[in-house]
């Protein structure tokens, strides 16, 4: 006989998912008993700490990923990552358990009251099968509409008697396309646009890097000879940040991004929303006689846009097609911008100086994953991306995803053979969200170095309360964290970096290592500017 347990491990051998995320609890054992010696379980120590695992093995596989959590309290634990991973565009197959469904009417401990509901509405689709011998089928079709565009999280809820069932067989596997070309005519009028413009602009977006568009957005951008800039809250570098026509990020706020883009008269925005805006400033959303072209493969997206006219594609196929149709501008290339000046020297370390010399030693196929908010400015003034897939982050700006999407990406790295450095630069603050990651990545044995810039407080908060007038907000600081300790207490290595010539040494180390280094860098106390 054919157990929905048979069935289901099949599928999801054919569908070439056989690394699953997890940390297992009572209601997935049934799904995780007589585990194939060919799938692999990577255990996280907590269940947020899976879902950014999966989200970061997914991105940079290029495939899709299966993260197993604990039925009610696992999901919930997850949620913040999980929002995360909606908002990055991740295709991942979330699954959970359920109670026996002999006593699910009466709510017994660990059911999950409304499993469909439950962590909507961050996902493409929820699901729990009316039946067992649904399950397989239910397994084919979140695949189907995790990989369609927009790619995103999807979830089934299985009860935990449905496994020993009897199958109605196997389900048929399916291949489903996860591009969509544009409309011929639709494309043509936004080529006409771009090619009458007097002074285009162009913003492009990680939808580009997601679709493997850079090497056409580089030849759109060169053919149309305009200025090119990152949106704000972009999860992924797009465009080579060390090209001349590179401008750098858009600001956060609707006036201050309007005004920048003063000027041009028309933008095109690719791979990315209109905008993604926080903190509040208010201003016009384009200055007067601006016109703005979106290019998406979210029709949700283009529907809340404010303004701009869309156009539903996806974005690598379109710059391609774009590059092809518009005419060589006759205008002069933007001239590229001034580098910046050095950064001053003397201990503790500015963020600058942090990042120049991390930049002097960045190795140049390196993978950034980046999660302190107050440096980030810093961190892209002294150190540019210049590869695809070399910079991840969460666009939701939810704290907790980039060490174990580190960790994530190290192993993918691995697996796909490639093995790529991966440097992780987390604020101190937001290590402590998911620390635990550290245990897996040093199970693992995964080269990943973290820097911790370490400031004693939560310095970007202080920055929203100098913005948003709100003083005496308690609980900003973060005095007495002895994090080489707790790295150690994980199985990692760690150290401390003082001075310049410290930290450079020490990252070279790291870069050598055959586990994960935490590397912790006191810095200059200074609360940034938000805008």
């Known amino acids: ?135 397989p089928q239910a397994f084919m079709q979140a695949y189907a509409r995790a990989v369609q565009p927009p790619a995103g999280p999807v979830y089934l809820s299985i009860p935990m008697d449905d496994w020993e069932q009897p199958a109605d067989g196997a389900p048929s596997v399916r291949r489903v396309s996860d591009r969509i070309a544009a409309d011929p005519q639709r494309l043509r009028e936004f080529a006409d646009a771009i090619a009458c413009a007097r002074n285009p602009a162009l913003v492009i977006g990680g939808g580009v890097d997601r679709a493997g568009g850079w090497d056409d957005a580089v030849r759109l ?58 903190p509040y400033a208010p201003g016009e959303y384009l200055p007067a006689g601006t016109r703005l072209l979106h290019v998406t493969d979210d029709p949700d997206e283009a529907a809340r846009a404010p303004v701009g006219d869309s156009l539903l594609a996806d974005a690598a196929l379109t710059c391609a097609a774009l590059a092809d149709l518009v005419p060589a501008a006759d205008r002069p290339a933007p001239l590229p911008p001034s580098p910046p000046q050095p950064p001053p ?104 170095v973290v820097v911790v810039p370490v400031n004693e407080e939560y310095a970007i908060l202080k920055a929203y309360a100098e913005f948003e007038h709100t003083p005496d907000v308690p609980a900003l600081d973060l005095p007495g964290l002895d994090l080489p300790a707790i790295a150690r207490g994980y199985g990692c290595q760690a150290q401390r970096a003082e001075s310049a010539d410290a930290l450079g040494g020490a990252l070279g180390s790291a870069l050598r290592a055959y586990a994960p280094t935490v590397l912790t860098v006191p810095i200059t106390k200074k609360v940034p500017a938000l805008i």
């Open 345 to 448: 020297t003397g201990t503790p370390l500015s963020p600058d100086a942090l990042f120049d010399t991390l930049a002097r030693e960045w190795p140049d196929d390196g993978v950034l994953v980046e999660e302190s908010p107050s440096n980030v400015k810093a961190l892209k003034r002294r150190l540019r991306i210049h590869r695809p897939a070399s910079f991840f982050t969460a666009s939701s700006a939810g704290l907790g995803y980039a060490l174990p999407a580190a960790v994530g990406i190290a192993l993918g790295e691995r697996h796909t053979g490639r093995r790529r450095p991966v440097i992780a630069v987390i604020g101190e603050g937001s290590l402590q969200y998911s620390i635990q990651a550290l245990w897996t990545a040093a199970r693992h044995r995964l080269p990943v």
């Open 1 to 135: 006989m054919t157990t929905v347990h048979d069935a289901t491990y099949g599928l999801l051998r054919d569908l070439g998912l056989t690394t699953v995320f997890g940390n297992p609890g009572s209601t997935e054992e049934p799904f995780l008993a007589r585990f194939p010696a060919d799938f692999t379980y990577v255990l996280a120590l907590q269940e947020a700490t899976a879902v950014a695992m999966a989200d970061g093995y997914a991105q940079v596989t290029g495939k899709p990923a299966h993260v197993n959590l604990h039925t009610t309290p696992g999901v919930g634990n997850g949620m913040g990552n999980l929002a995360t991973a909606w908002h990055n565009r991740v295709p991942l197959i979330v699954s959970s358990g359920q109670q026996h469904r002999d006593m699910l009417r009466l709510e017994p401990l660990l059911t999950n009251r409304y499993a469909h509901l439950l962590p909507m509405p961050y996902m493409k689709w929820s699901y729990e099968p009316a039946r067992a011998q649904d399950v």
């Open 221 to 278: 951008a060169e053919k149309l000879r305009a200025p090119v800039w990152a949106p704000p809250w972009n999860e992924r570098t797009a465009f080579p940040e060390d090209h001349p026509q590179f401008r750098g990020v858009l600001p956060p706020a609707i006036g201050p991004l309007g005004e920048q883009l003063r000027g041009h008269d028309v933008v095109v925005v690719i791979g990315a929303p209109v905008f993604r805006y926080y």
